[in-house]
């Protein structure tokens, strides 16, 4: 079963997906590809990776650096895989500076 949450965030509502433990997917409403990898049969559930997430956001929304990251499986084209994999070192060296 796959899952999503939309969150009104500082910056507009973001849409969660989930199959349950890790977080699938993340978008701005309407933004390009908006849940392009979202399969058609989901349920909106608050799960607990949903609210790692709101969380993470909130504290990256406040001006802090969360000290945690919500666990993702994120399911994406190879390039897209590598672009976040990038980011995801951008953020590390980001966190380990502070």
Known sequence: MN???????????????SGGT????L?????KYY?????????EKLLPIFE???????TYFGGEIPDFMPELNLQSTPFRKAVWD???IILLICLCRH
């Open 3 to 17: 899952y999503v949450y939309i969150h009104d965030s500082p910056i507009g509502k973001m849409t969660m997906a």
């Open 22 to 25: 890790s977080l699938t997917g």
């Open 27 to 31: 978008w701005f409403d309407g933004q």
């Open 35 to 43: 849940a392009q990898t979202l399969s058609k049969s989901y349920e």
């Open 52 to 58: 790692d997430t709101i969380s993470w956001l909130d």
């Open 86 to 88: 990038i980011l995801l």
